[in-house]
């Protein structure tokens, strides 16, 4: 079963060090959870602190950016801490910072603690991933597995939903100042209880702080281009054309520090395991079909539909009620189950998720959403139980701590990368649909004109001017053209991961140690 490496490393499970494990998922949840908690209350946190548009979207940006830094970060930052003190510092210093974020008093104050939140919650995350395939043995990794695949996917999911209700029935404080008893306890918790590994404080002298600058630039450009660039014409905006070129040469230093050095910040090697690049490829692209989705219901309800965050929430809980009941079902079916054909079933449900959204009507609500959500969270579920073991399940343990942060980051940039492909097919394809319907929508049209003089008549009727009906007509194409160019987006999706369950079955087979976690 496991290389005596992983022999090395792993030892015995003791219930003090699941309680510990525990402790840790928990203060994952809330990391995750706080990307997307904001994200169906921006209007209202705007409001409160008088922010302009402009300015309300870096209160998401800032966390994303400062978020990505951390993540690769991490595997050195653990290594040299110890993942009890990496994990006691960053849950401290997120809990002080969320604290901060409720207290702020301008944007520019919320987006500066927004970004300290992002940075030292991303240390969090990728230290649950390689705590649970260190501590763990491999016959129990079809446990742990779905339960840090659930806290990953589930908590994206249900963040506009936590946020709606927070902000709706107390106010847009509350979505920061939950986090502080939460934090205080997973502080304390992880002092008290974690022992898995010791610090190495000698790598601390081989701190390699231009890699880290090199690193902040290309990732933290990368991230503001993709953030930005759908909106403001990417080249054609001086500031994403400056952040691209930095982006080229933060990522050329950062690939060149990492192969020249003996510790290096970013450890790449792992990429050397074909299991991990192959389930690499597999986290980037559920990242963008986790956040992209995420992202695109609740723009379909507020923007078509007219729904406020709390009604958008309880429409989109669905998904993650979905993945909540799915996820002991992925466990069991990975230990019984070539991954290759769970992966298969995964990808091909999510496409079909995506295909049944382009028949999508101007008149879609909760019920005609039913479906696709629930297919979409089962799936996302039976993807990401065999894409963790499949990545990580085969490296030895000394790889662990840099290769989780790498796979982690994987799934974010993939995030970032669909969402800034998203936006731009949106804004394009509206921008040809409205074109082409205004062509088709003239004077020599008589269905149009048809249609115009029932508008008239009716606004007439309920003493109104008749005047009114262009403007009308004006508005139902636009809208018509909006979910045209949703349609074009979901029609890709699904293409996207229909060629995904083609590439799962070219894989070569995991061998059982991808499942059950041996060592090379």
Known sequence: ???????????????????????????????????????????????????????????????????????????????????????????????????????????NEMILWRGVQGFLGGGMIPS?????????????????????????????????????YLSHALSWHWLFLVNVPAGIAVTLGVLALVDFDKP????????????????????????????????NDWFQDEAVAILFVVMIVGGFVTFWRAFTRDEPLVDFSAFSDTNFAVGSVFSFVMGIGLYGMTYLYPLYL???????????????????????????????????????????????????????????????????????????????????VPINNLALGTLPPAKMKGASGLYNLMRNLGGAVGLAMINTVLTDRRALHTARLDESVNWANPQALDQLR???????????????????????????ATIMSFIDVFTLLTMLFVGLALMALAMKPPARAAAGGGGH
Request: glycine residues 10%; aromatic residues 10%; neutral net charge.
């Open 302 to 384: 507020s923007a078509i539909r007219g729904y406020d965050s709390l009604m958008i929430g309880k429409t989109v809980f669905v998904s993650g009620l979905a993945m909540f009941v799915s996820a002991p079902l992925a466990g069991m079916l990975s230990s019984r189950m070539d991954l290759r054909l769970m992966l298969l079933c995964g990808f091909i449900g999510f496409g079909a998720s995506s295909w049944m959204l382009t028949g999508m009507t101007a008149d879609w609500d909760f019920y005609e959403l039913f479906w696709p959500q629930v297919l979409r969270g089962l799936s996302l579920m039976i993807c990401m």
């Open 128 to 164: 649950v991933f390689a705590a649970a395939f260190t501590i763990f043995p491999p016959a129990k990794r079809n446990v742990v597995s779905p339960m840090i695949g659930l806290v990953a996917t589930l908590a994206p999911t249900v963040g506009p939903t936590v946020g709606g």
């Open 200 to 231: 190495e404080w000698s790598l601390w002298g081989k701190f390699d702080w231009t890699g880290l600058v090199a690193l902040a630039a290309f990732l933290g450009a990368m991230e503001f281009v993709l953030e930005e660039g759908p909106s």
């Open 454 to 480: 029932m508008m008239r008549q009716n606004l007439a009727s309920h003493g109104l001017s008749p005047d009114g009906a262009l403007a009308q007509m004006m508005g139902k194409v636009a809208r018509q």
């Open 1 to 107: 079963m496991a290389a005596p490496a992983g022999q090395a490393a792993a030892p015995e499970l003791t219930p003090r060090r699941v309680a510990a494990f525990f402790i840790m998922v928990f203060g994952m949840f809330m990391a995750i959870l706080d990307i997307q908690i904001v994200s169906a209350s921006l209007p209202e946190i705007q409001a409160g602190l008088g922010a302009s548009s402009d300015e309300i979207s870096w209160v998401q940006t800032s966390y994303l950016i400062a978020e990505v830094v951390m993540i690769p970060l991490s595997g050195f930052l653990g290594r040299m801490m110890s993942t009890r003190y990496l994990f006691a510092i960053s849950a401290a210093g997120f809990t002080a910072a969320s604290f901060l974020c409720a207290t702020s008093s301008s944007i």
